[in-house]
Each structure stands twice: as C-alpha cells, then as structure tokens.
C-alpha cells in the first residue's frame, strides 16, 4: 500500500460538546484504537490523549484520542485508493490504516474517523479494490462482463495487502461467474463468501441470437 503522512494533535477535551467544538473549527475527532495492551492496574504515565479500555482479564488496551482537520484527510478519504496511515502525534510515529468513518447524514463533511493501529506481525482486515484485467472468452463470443464486487475483503498484515487485487478473466466463459473461493493470492486471506460472485460474464440479446442461429443451423 501507498503512505499517506498525517498530523494529529492529542485531544484531551472529550465528550459530545467538545467534539461539536472541534467540528465548528474545521476539525475532526480521531480515535486510534488496537494500541498496546497492558496489565490492569496500569500506574505508568499515559501521554496526552491516551486513555486505557478495560478489555477484561484484568487486562486493558491504550487507545488515544486526536484531531485533525478536514484539509489534512481529504486526499486519504475521498478516493477509491487505500492507504497506510503514518500518523504523528506527541513527537513519535505510529503506523494505522482507516477502520471507519462517520459522515454528516446531508452535508459531505466527516464527523468521526476511527484508525487501527498497525505493525508488521499483527494482521488486520481491510477491504482492496479489485481490478480486471485480460479479454474474457465470453466477451469475444458476444456477452458482456459486469464486475459485481469493486473490493474484496482481504486479511494481512498490513505490508503485504496490495495497492489493488489484479484479476485475470480471459478464461471466464459466457453465462460464467467467479467466485470468491476460486481465487488465490500469495501472502491474503479472503474473508467473502466463497460463493459471493465478484465478477461474470452475462449473456446478451446478441449472444442468445447467435447460439439459436448457431443451434437452427447445426439441425
């Protein structure tokens, strides 16, 4: 995945009004979760905008809560491209990718983004654009190829899941799907259905034509 280099400022002001504050400034409120887990009670000094969420077992997990502004994250956002995110705060980096996004129901404006952070050992879930690619047999003999999933959920750690996951159809035949579970790639495991149909070749007006002619004149 490409690197998208993004500022973020600690939040220590929590709570619905703090957060309407920050959104009249232009502002979003940042959560990166999946941070380190530690024993319960935890008594070393946390840093600004980091709190601990019980998780049990007497166990807890440090997340921290930012903000950044709406400029920052709009080439990150709204794109069809995915990103890891190197995210500075507090002087230090940390690595994340998007885990969710809040959006104003009428205007375009992001209300919440939620991260998770990430390592090169621990595999998150993610979901890739899929691109085809090749002339499907199908095609040639007249049909028409749809592509019914543009992302496909994938699991990895984060520095083997691809830019995009590349399709080759020029096997695909006419009136054929493919599947989930007839896919294949190196270093990702695919977590759709393994029926769900990301793309088919699908018979047209033309093509039933051609195969009655074809059948009339075989008789």
Same mark, same amino acid.
């Given at each position: 995945m490409k690197v998208f280099q993004l500022a973020a400022e600690p939040r220590t002001d929590l709570g619905?009004?703090?957060?309407?504050?920050? /959104?009249?400034?232009?502002k979003i409120p940042v959560v990166l979760n999946g941070g380190k887990v530690v024993d319960l009670p935890y008594n070393e000094k946390l840093e600004a905008g980091e709190k601990i969420v019980e998780i049990g077992?007497?166990? #807890? *997990?440090?997340?921290?809560?930012l903000y950044?502004?709406?400029?920052?994250? /709009?080439?990150? *956002?709204?794109t069809p491209e995915i990103f890891a995110i190197e995210l500075e705060f507090n002087g230090k980096k940390r690595?994340?990718?998007?885990?969710? $996004?809040q959006f104003h129901p009428v205007k375009d404006t992001i209300l919440h983004i939620d991260?998770?952070? *990430?390592?090169?050992?621990? &595999?998150?879930?993610?979901? *890739? &654009?899929?691109?085809?690619?090749g002339h499907a047999e199908g095609v040639k003999a007249g049909g028409k190829l749809t592509l019914s999933m543009k992302k496909i959920k994938v699991r990895a750690v984060y520095t083997q899941i691809p830019e995009r996951v590349v399709i080759n159809v020029d096997n695909l035949g006419l009136g054929?799907?493919?599947?989930? #579970?007839?896919l294949h790639f190196?270093?990702?495991?695919?977590?759709? +259905?393994?029926?769900?149909?990301?793309? %088919?070749?699908? $018979?047209? /007006?033309?093509?039933? #034509?051609?195969?009655?002619? +074809? %059948? %009339?004149?075989?008789?």
């Open positions: 619905k009004k703090a957060a309407k504050s920050l /959104r009249k400034e232009n077992n007497n166990k #807890g *997990v440090i997340t921290t809560d950044v502004t709406q400029e920052a994250v /709009r080439k990150l *956002v709204y690595m994340a990718v998007l885990k969710d $996004l991260l998770l952070e *990430v390592n090169d050992t621990k &595999p998150v879930t993610i979901e *890739v &654009p899929v691109k085809l690619e054929k799907t493919l599947q989930i #579970g007839e190196d270093n990702l495991e695919l977590m759709n +259905a393994k029926n769900a149909v990301v793309c %088919a070749v699908q $018979l047209t /007006r033309a093509a039933r #034509g051609a195969a009655a002619a +074809a %059948a %009339a004149a075989a008789k």
